[in-house]
């Protein structure tokens, strides 16, 4: 076994998720702000679905689900749950249908791909996704001081990535960026909690505003953002 499949061997006890396929309602808004649209009837795929929340979510919002992943208890209960399955390595597979898809989600999983296979499965979620489908990327900031410690916090991640890198490597496929940005900003449910996190951001807001104007820059520095990419109506050359 190698040191990679080792780390992932385990991930999910590493990870401390709890109960497949569970969210709860602060999850929820969460992951409809950062969706976009309401999942009911979507063909919905998540890459490297974890512990299953938003493929849960959307499922029990009347969403057609379906997962990629390759840890071994993910994939045993995605099976445990009747959640089909996509080959993890689909862009090299085919196993993507053209056209089938209405969104694709991958929340912090880019990070951990070879840079060399991340526009081949770019070109194949392109080809995968309906005119209109969108792509969903959540990723460690690499381009912000800020995003360090998402980005070394698991020794599975491999690249930082960027809004400009991102989009580099989709060159050619049709999918285009029409969204980015921290990370969706949601109700905890809790008064006290929600205004802790109001100062918080706002003194983000003003540090970031500090920074910039020394650096003479606009790049975002939140820790984790977010991509949203679209698919054009008409695919270019490269992605057919």
Do not use: C
Not at 34 to 49: K, T, W, Y
Not at 178 to 185: E, F, L, Q
Not at 199 to 215: D, S
């Amino acid at each position: 076994m190698s040191e990679t499949s080792a780390l992932y061997a385990d991930y999910d006890a590493w990870k401390g998720w709890g109960e497949p396929f569970r969210w709860n309602a602060e999850e929820g808004r969460y992951y409809a702000a950062e969706l976009g649209r309401n999942p009911a009837g979507l063909d919905i795929l998540e890459i490297g679905f974890g512990s299953g929340a938003f493929l849960g979510w959307a499922r029990d919002k009347g969403a057609r689900v379906m997962g990629a992943e390759i840890t071994p208890a993910s994939v045993a209960a995605a099976q445990a749950a009747q959640i089909p399955l996509v080959a993890p390595d689909f862009e090299a597979q085919g196993a993507l249908a053209e056209n089938s898809l209405d969104a694709v989600v991958a929340f912090d999983v880019f990070e951990h791909l070879d840079p060399a296979t991340i526009p081949a499965k770019l070109a194949a979620i392109a080809r995968a996704l309906r005119p209109g489908g969108v792509l969903v990327l959540r990723y460690p900031n690499g381009q912000s001081p800020f995003g360090l410690d998402p980005l070394h916090a698991d020794a599975t991640h491999i690249v930082a990535l960027s809004r400009a890198k991102i989009d580099q490597y989709a060159a050619g496929t049709g999918l285009r960026t029409i969204r980015y940005g921290a990370t969706a900003r949601v109700s905890s449910g809790s008064v006290a909690r929600d205004a802790v996190r109001a100062l918080r951001y706002m003194l983000r807001g003003l540090h970031a505003r500090f920074i910039r104007f020394v650096y003479a820059t606009d790049v975002e520095l939140a820790p984790v953002v977010t991509q949203v990419m679209t698919r054009d109506a008409e695919l270019r050359g490269e992605a057919r």
